[in-house]
């Protein structure tokens, strides 16, 4: 049983490494940071103005608080995100989508999708690829169950 879980361990971090590596040569022609991106689609799938709290969006991709600054300050400077006083709580800061963040999040996010699809379907039938995404949901529901606890 356990050169079976490490066999796996070692195959799904190994996957991830190969998938990120393809991400980040589309996020390096986009002049995009990992974490830079992940703001970007973590404000996109809110609902319109596509607005979240830093704190918000750093606690969902698991930056620290000066780590987050330092992304948002680029984002702000690109024009791809704007930063207004939450009119809740007037202490705290909103970070919204631009139209131009908007754009770029979309077409960087469909790049992505486009080449991971692409090989998806060169290498596992249509089948497989959903048995896997099942399996992968329900390990990945499980370990943040856990971890949550």
Sequence with gaps: MAFEAAGLVLHLARTRDLLFARSRSVLDVQGLAPAEFEALLN?????????????????????SSGGMTKALNKLVERGLISRAISPADRRSRLVRLTPEGIAL??????TIIQRHGTIMADILSAEERQQLTALLEKLLGSLESAESR
């Design 43 to 63: 404000l996109l799938k809110q609902p319109e103005p596509h607005q979240l709290t830093p704190g918000a969006i750093a606690s969902a991709i698991g930056l």
């Design 105 to 110: 999040a979309e077409a960087t996010l469909q």
